[in-house]
């Protein structure tokens, strides 16, 4: 949920990227460009292949970097199939609305772009969940109907910091009383990462029961306390009856001052693999998500963050900061 532009926008609008850097890791020789993407790839298939084999029906669905469905990265390029094959589904932010500012149509030839890699993804078996961020009723309606056009299932997030059920549509798109049991039935979902607005975690599982979405994509935490099996199996129903898919959100692009995985000496002595913070978003830093050290926090064995989740009954993984690669290319 991190707003974070894609390369093309820096070259096209001279935007500096916010983070720089060549041979990071020493295992390249000088002038060498690493191949940043690959190591993305490598790693969300890494993802894949291990929560699979706890649970083969577990969903992997990445957020942003739809270059990395392509084999050359270009909207040119022929489906990047090893990748293709480890998700599910492909989330994208902004796709038309949101992407230079919140409530505010996307340019054309960035929707156009972006809109060639989740067709590529899309041709290919990936269910695509667009996020929008506008808040005028007219612009949520033209989002839905823009989406839906493209046969890609989307909800637009009224308040950027995905904190909310918005109120309006009064009638969800693509309601149904149907269970669900499938991402390829997802017919509509809901973004919400941050309970700061509900008390309890009590009033936060309420709130969620109430509502009839097939999807609901949450963090497995509330504050510092992780759902518990039987919190997310009252989730799991819809208010109409029906049974839905829960996804639980996690960046592995970026580490989170916030989380039970940090540690407070990193400040002054940090491990190899972290790096600068994000100064557009305080306590978010940036790793490198290729190094041993940060995988193992995110997956591999029982006190890993994917192994939480997995534990908490979620039906998936949605992955931020995929886009983690741009900061490294130059």
């Not at 990445?62 to 090893?82: A, F, H, I, R, Y």
Request: with cysteine; aromatic share 14%; proline share 4%.
């Amino acid at each position: 949920m991190k707003k974070v532009h894609l390369l093309l926008t820096a070259v096209i609008l001279g935007f500096p990227l916010l983070y720089s850097c060549s041979n990071t890791d020493g295992e390249d020789e000088p002038g060498v460009s690493l191949e940043y993407k690959q190591k993305m790839r490598d790693f969300v298939q890494g993802i894949s292949s291990w929560s699979k084999s706890m649970n083969p029906g577990f969903y992997v669905i990445p957020q942003n970097g739809v270059e990395l469905v392509s084999s050359n990265g270009e909207s040119n390029g022929n489906p990047q199939m090893d990748y293709l094959d480890a998700i599910d589904g492909l989330g994208q932010e902004d796709l038309f609305y949101g992407y230079e500012n919140d409530n505010e149509a996307t340019p054309s030839e960035t929707t156009d772009y972006i809109t060639s890699f989740l067709n590529l993804a899309k041709g290919n078996g990936a269910k695509i969940l667009v996020t929008d961020y506008c808040s005028d009723e007219n612009k949520m309606e033209d989002s839905y109907l823009q989406n839906d056009n493209h046969e890609y299932v989307s909800f637009a997030a009224d308040h950027r910091e995905l904190d909310n059920i918005p109120d309006f549509p009064a009638q969800i798109p693509g309601l149904n009383s149907d269970s669900v049991s499938s991402l390829k039935e997802v017919s509509n979902f809901l973004y919400l990462i941050n309970p700061s607005g509900f008390a309890t975690k009590q009033e936060f599982v309420d709130a969620l029961k109430a509502t009839d979405y097939d999807l609901l994509i949450m963090d497995c935490f509330f504050n510092d306390e992780v759902f518990t099996s039987d919190e997310i199996e009252q989730l799991h129903q819809k208010a109409n009856g029906g049974r839905r898919l829960l996804i639980s959100y996690m960046s592995i692009g970026e580490a989170e001052d916030y989380r039970y995985y940090w540690q407070a000496e990193w400040v002054s002595n940090p491990p190899v693999w972290l790096a600068g913070e994000n100064p557009d978003w305080a306590g978010n830093f940036k790793v490198k998500y290729w190094e041993p050290g940060w995988q193992q926090i995110i997956f591999g064995d029982n006190d890993s963050y994917l192994k939480k989740i997995i534990d908490s009954g979620f039906d998936g993984v949605y992955l931020d900061i995929i886009d983690a690669f741009e900061y490294f290319e130059e």
